[in-house]
C-alpha cells in the first residue's frame, strides 16, 4: 500500500511534540504526535474515498492535518490560496470539483455562493486507520499561477509524492528530536514539504501564523532552532532586522534551506555573518516537479556558493538550446514531475512532451554537473 500519511514517522515517542504553532497574537500552542494522528484519524473518518476537500485557512495545524487526513481517507486535498481574490478562488473550487471546503470563519466570503463549508477549527480525535491507496491515485492538487490566466491545477499522486520525500532521508540526522522553523504559507509546496519532512524524520515542526522578521528570528531563539526554512525574501526581510542592530541567539541553528527563488552573494555572505555555524543552501523545484530534482553531489563535493546542486538520483535533468549541454532551458522527468494539467490539454502539450517537462527556467552547469540559476521564466511568489 502507497498512501502518503504514512511517510509520517508515526513511531516516534507519542508524548513528543509533533507541532508547535505560533500565533500571531504570541501564544504558542503544541500538538503531540499521538494527538495528531488521532485527529488525522477524526478528519479522515468524515471524508468520503475519492471525495476532493478544499483548505482556505491560514497557517495552523488544523491546515496540514485536514491534508493528512484527506491522504488517509484516500481523499484528495486541494490548499487554497487564502490571498487570491474570490473569482479565482471559484475558479479552484469549480475546476478541483471540490465537495466541502475547510475554512477559517473570515475567509469563508471568499468561497462561492452555496459551497459546502466547514469551521476548520476544532478537530475530533479518533482511533483509526489508513486506507489502501494505489501509488497512481491523486494526493493533493496544488494549483499554481503564472503571470497570466487562473491557476493551473497540478495533480500529484502518492507514489510519486511519496518518492520525492524518500529522497530526502538524508535530513533524519539534522531533525530528529530537533526544531525545525516553517514560516512559508501551507498552500505553498516549500512549506508543504518542509513540514511533511520534519514529520517524515521524527522532528518538531514550528509553524508560524504569518511571518515577521523579528518574529522568525525570535522563535530560533525561543524554541532553539535547528533548520530554519523559507523563501529568500524572509531571510532578506531576517538580515535587514539583524543588520539594524536587533538582538537574537542564533546559536542553535545548524542549518539555512531556502528555496523557490534565487538567492544572490550579497544575501548569502550577509546571511553567513549573522549565522557562523549554519549551512546554508537554496534548493530549487516547481510545483509541477516537485522538491526532489537537485541535492548534494555524489562524491561529497562540496556545492560552490548560489548552486542549486546535482541531480537527485531518478530525477532526469537535461538542458535544452544552442548552448546545451552547459546552459540552457531546463527539462525534468522524474515519478514526482506532472503528466498533466487539470482540464488544460493545451497548456500540457505545450509543456509536457515524453513525460519531460519544460520549467522554462534557463540553468547553468559546471565542470562537477552543479548546477546554477541563470534565467527564470516566472517568479511570482511575493
Known sequence: MVNLAQIVDWSVPSNRDAVRFLSANGSVTTLGYEALKRQMEGVAAQLEPGSTIGILAENRPEHFLITLGAWAAG?????????????????????????????????????????????????????????????????????????????????ISHGGYSWAMEQFRFLDEGIRGKTVLIAAPLFHMNAQFHILATLMCGGIAVLMERFSAEGFLGAMAAHEIAR??????????????????????????????????????????????????????NGYGTTETGPAIFGVHPDGKPAPPLSIGYPMAGAQIKLV??????????????????????????ASAAKIKDGWYDTGDVMEADADGIYFFAELADDMYV
Open 75 to 155: 481523499a484528495v486535498a486541494v490548499p487554497l490560496n487564502h490571498k487570491l481574490p474570490p473569482d479565482a478562488i471559484s475558479h479552484i473550487v469549480a475546476d478541483a470539483d471540490i465537495a466541502v471546503t475547510y475554512t477559517d470563519p473570515h475567509l469563508a466570503a471568499k468561497l462561492p455562493s452555496g459551497h459546502v463549508a466547514r469551521h476548520i477549527t476544532p478537530l475530533e480525535e479518533q482511533d483509526g486507520g489508513i486506507k489502501a491507496t494505489s501509488a497512481d491515485d491523486v494526493a493533493v492538487i496544488m494549483y499554481t499561477s503564472g503571470s497570466t490566466g487562473m491557476p493551473k491545477g497540478v495533480p
Open 321 to 346: 538550446g544552442p548552448d546545451a549541454p552547459q546552459r540552457g532551458t531546463l527539462h525534468v522527468k522524474s515519478p514526482m514531475t506532472l503528466d498533466a494539467y487539470r482540464n488544460l490539454p493545451d
Open 228 to 281: 530554519v526554512t523559507g523563501v529568500p525574501t524572509m531571510f532578506e526581510l531576517a538580515v535587514r532586522a539583524l543588520d539594524a542592530g536587533y538582538q537574537v541567539d542564533t546559536h542553535s541553528v545548524a542549518s539555512i534551506a531556502m528555496g523557490s527563488a534565487p538567492v544572490s552573494q550579497t544575501l548569502l555572505d550577509r546571511l553567513q555573518a549573522h549565522f557562523p555555524s549554519a549551512a546554508i543552501s
